[in-house]
C-alpha cells in the first residue's frame, strides 16, 4: 500500500454538524409551496444527497411543481441558514497538524453554498482544492469528483482516504477502491471509525 498523501473530507455531517441548516432549508421550500414538512427519512436524505436530488426526493409526490422549486430556490439567500452549521469544534486543529505533512481536499454535494461556508469559518487556506455538486456532472454517490481530486494531485486512489459518514460516502469511495474513514458513524462500513477528529492522527494509515 501506498504512502497517505491527500486527506478528502466530506463537508455535511464531518466538517460542520448542519442537520439543522439543511432542515431548515428543505422545509422552507416544502412550506412555501404549502407542503408538509419534512419526515425522518426524508431529513436523513436530504443531509447526504445533492441540491436536485434531494428536491426530486422531498416533492416526489408534486412532480409538477419541481421546475418551479428550482427557479424559487436560486433566489433563495442561503447566508441565514448558515448560522445553523455548527464547525466541528477540532476541525481547525486537525487542519494544522495535516497541512505540513498531506494535501487537503473537499468532496462535497453543497453546491453554490460552499463558498460562504468556507470564508464565514476562514477554511480556505487549510484546504487545496474544493469539489462541489456544480463542479461535475455526475455529483455523489457517483466517484466523478474523487477522480477529479485525484488527477488534480497526480496521484492513486491508495495514496488518499476520505473522511465521510454516510453510505453515500462509502459508495463514493468503494467506486475507486479509497480508504474509508467513518466519522460519527460506528455502523458504517469502512476501513476506519472515528469519533473526533483528533482520533484521526492516531490511526495506523497516519503511521505508515
Known amino acids: 500500500m501506498a504512502s497517505l498523501k491527500l486527506v478528502i473530507f466530506d463537508c455535511d455531517g ?10 431548515k432549508y428543505y422545509n422552507h421550500l416544502l412550506q412555501k409551496f404549502g407542503h408538509p414538512l419534512m419526515g425522518a427519512q426524508e431529513e436523513e436524505y436530504v443531509h447526504s444527497h445533492n441540491v436536485m436530488d434531494s428536491v426530486t426526493r ?9 421546475e418551479a422549486v428550482h427557479a424559487y430556490r436560486k433566489s433563495v439567500d442561503y447566508t441565514p441558514y448558515l448560522q445553523y452549521m455548527v464547525i466541528e ?32 469559518h476562514g477554511l480556505e487556506p487549510y484546504f487545496d482544492l474544493v469539489v462541489t455538486s456544480l463542479d461535475v456532472e455526475r455529483p455523489k454517490p457517483h466517484a466523478e469528483a474523487l477522480l477529479k481530486i485525484l488527477y488534480h494531485f497526480q496521484l492513486s ?42 482520533d484521526i492522527p492516531h ?4 503511521q505508515e
Open 58 to 66: 422531498i416533492f416526489r409526490n408534486y412532480p409538477q411543481e419541481i
Open 89 to 120: 469544534p477540532d476541525l481547525k486543529e486537525f487542519l494544522d497538524i495535516l497541512k505540513p505533512k498531506f494535501y487537503t481536499a473537499i468532496s462535497t454535494n453543497r453546491s453554490t453554498t460552499m463558498p460562504s461556508v468556507m470564508k464565514m
Open 203 to 206: 490511526l495506523p494509515i497516519f
Open 157 to 198: 486512489a491508495d495514496e488518499a482516504v476520505y473522511i465521510g459518514d454516510s453510505m453515500v460516502d462509502r459508495e463514493h469511495t468503494a467506486e475507486v477502491n479509497m480508504r474509508l474513514i467513518s466519522y460519527k458513524n460506528p455502523v458504517l462500513p469502512a476501513e476506519y471509525h472515528v469519533n473526533c477528529f483528533l
Open 14 to 23: 464531518v466538517m460542520f454538524d448542519s442537520k439543522d441548516a439543511n432542515r
